[in-house]
Each structure stands twice: as C-alpha cells, then as structure tokens.
C-alpha cells in the first residue's frame, strides 16, 4: 500500500503476455512483457529452431511483423489485448 491508502502501480509495460509461435508441426510458447521488441523472440526462436534469423519471416493476422514491433504494437482490431498472441513463421 502506498502512503494515500491505495494499493501500488504497476509500471507500464510490466504485464507479461504469452506468445504462441507456429508453423505446421510446431508450436513454442514464450513469455514477454507487452513493451519487449520482438526481436529478442525471434532471435530465441530461430535459435531453438536451428534457423537462421534472416531466413525466417513471422507474421501476425497476415501482416509481417518486424523485429522493432512488440506485443503492443501488434495487435488486432477483434483482440486489441489478448493474453495470447498467436504469430506464425515461414521458412525462406
């Protein structure tokens, strides 16, 4: 509790959200908070994949998704907060 009797903030951005990664035989879940680029995902993806980051492609409701995007800046309009994103991945 703070000194007016309400109970502490959360920083911005420190809720987590689960992200489901998929191809057609694979799915690999990750845990981030909602201000992460999604960078950091895809680097640890590819790597447990065994892919190269420049020959991967993920996507999200059909739009590409860049590595500077992050879970609050990808979004769609029917879920605009889901605790599950669902992203998907090609192989070039």
Not at 10 to 16: C, D, F, L, N, Y
Not at 48 to 67: E, H, I, Y
Request: charge should be positive; glycine fraction near 6%.
């Amino acid at each position: 509790m703070s000194d007016t009797g309400s109970p502490p903030q959360k920083p911005e951005g420190g809720e987590h959200l689960n992200i489901k990664v998929t191809d057609n035989n694979n799915e690999v879940y990750f845990k981030i908070k909602r201000t992460t680029q999604l960078k950091k995902l895809m680097d640890a993806f590819c790597e447990r994949q065994g892919k190269a980051p420049t020959s991967v492609r993920f996507l999200f409701d059909g739009q590409r998704v860049n590595p500077t995007d992050n879970p609050e800046t990808v979004s769609s309009p029917a879920f605009p907060h889901p605790r599950v994103r669902t992203l998907s991945w090609f192989h070039d």
